[in-house]
């Protein structure tokens, strides 16, 4: 029995150690390129969305783009930027949004915020707001 329940917690332990070096506050911050096309290849649709956004965010950012509603009350409430990690703005430019995690039964840690109406600057947070990636949605963004 103390076995398993030390094998559990090395194993807890490796987790959060994955974990935490995949969230280091140096990982790169840079939005991913995509590869340019090779010759005779047809190039990516524009609206396509980068690939370190989840699946999950390109529903959220159609209803961001159409002014849709939102299934959690702090949809759309204003971002304040405590932080710092995004841009200097005036109170009111950003705004937040839930990015749903699959089994998860409360918001989770990830977020799209956008900046400007309609928006001109987002922001992607896995990681409730340490940590941010800009992207470029495009018009009716696709996955």
């Known amino acids: 029995m103390r076995f398993q329940r030390t094998r559990r917690l090395l194993a807890a332990v490796l987790v959060l150690g994955v974990l935490a070096w995949l969230l280091r506050p140096d990982a790169p911050m840079v939005p991913a390129q995509a590869p340019l096309p090779a010759a005779g290849q047809a190039a990516a649709p524009a609206a396509a969305l980068p690939s370190f956004l989840p699946p999950e965010a390109a529903p959220v950012i159609r209803a961001i783009q159409q002014g849709g509603r939102f299934p959690h009350r702090q949809d759309g409430s204003v971002f ?3 932080e710092g990690r995004l841009p200097a703005r ?3 430019w950003y705004r937040e949004y839930t990015v749903p995690t699959p089994g998860l039964d409360h918001r989770g840690p990830r977020r799209i915020v956008p900046g400007g109406d309609p928006p001109s600057e ?4 896995a990681d409730h707001y340490e940590s941010f990636r800009a992207f470029e949605p495009g018009a009716g963004a696709t996955r």
């Open 80 to 82: 304040g930027n405590r």
């Open 90 to 92: 005036e109170r009111g």
């Open 122 to 125: 987002w922001y992607y947070t």
